[in-house]
């Protein structure tokens, strides 16, 4: 079994109680998740509390700890304090790792992050976690950046793990990517529910984020809401259990 999970923490940040990084790492622990895909993380930020300094200012090798032995990290966005982008931390090895700039105009910097994990049984697991901008144009054309590197550089018959935001409340991009890379929601799998609602994570109604498979068949999936969540992040994570 393999549990996977995709997560926007914001940068650490609520919508109502601001940065917590004790917060973010409980609901992390309560995820239980062997691979996960996180967007808005930051690697590098000077301006952080002596509780991320310690990690060399680092919010992601905080995150990471002693949980998640291999980590991936594809930074998108700058700034004079630091950077943030896209991780994928797992508790497998990871053999390669590559990030894509999928950036589409110079307000938004978006970008894919695409690793290869060693899973004991499954062998190469191509994981692709992604962060879309707010614009259709643009989600449109990251969506097929997306699915030319999956058709360019994943096996027809590898497993397929692809997660993330993709702000896409009018389902333009849910509709390329699985009619394009016959890929599945794990909610719609597991469930025969309808997509998850992740955003605002105080009352969801947006489905801005999924988690899609391939070759791979879904246990179980779930979307973690409810008072504790809202102390983390913006939106809700969504999780599920892969066989």
């Known amino acids: 079994m393999l549990t996977v999970a995709t997560y926007n923490i914001r940068k650490g940040h609520s919508l109502t109680r601001g940065s917590s990084l004790s917060q973010l790492k409980a609901g992390i622990n309560d995820l239980s998740a062997d691979i996960l895909c996180l967007q808005e993380v930051q690697d590098v930020n000077t301006r952080r509390a002596t ?54 105009h110079r307000l938004e910097q978006r970008g894919v992050l695409h690793a290869v994990v060693e899973h004991p049984r499954l062998g190469d697991l191509h994981v692709l976690c992604a962060h879309f901008g707010l614009f259709k144009g643009s989600r449109i054309r990251q969506a097929q950046a997306l699915i030319e590197q999956v058709q360019n550089h994943v096996p027809d018959t590898a497993p397929l793990i692809i997660a993330g935001d993709f702000n896409d409340w009018n389902l333009h991009v849910h509709q390329l990517l699985t009619r394009r890379l016959s890929v599945a929601d794990v909610l719609e799998s597991a469930n025969e529910s309808r997509l998850a609602r992740t955003f605002p994570v105080q009352l969801p109604w947006f489905r801005l984020d999924r988690l899609y ?17 809202r102390t983390r992040s913006d939106h809700a994570p969504i999780s599920a259990l892969l066989l």
């Open 51 to 104: 509780t991320i300094a310690q990690h060399g200012h680092s919010q992601l090798a905080a995150l990471q700890g002693d949980t998640y032995a291999h980590c991936a990290y594809g930074a998108n966005a700058f700034y004079d304090h630091g950077h943030h982008g896209n991780a994928i931390l797992s508790k497998f090895p990871i053999h390669f790792w590559e990030n894509i700039d999928v950036s589409d």
């Open 213 to 229: 498979t391939r070759h791979l068949n879904v246990q179980s999936a779930q979307v973690h809401s409810g008072r504790e969540w």
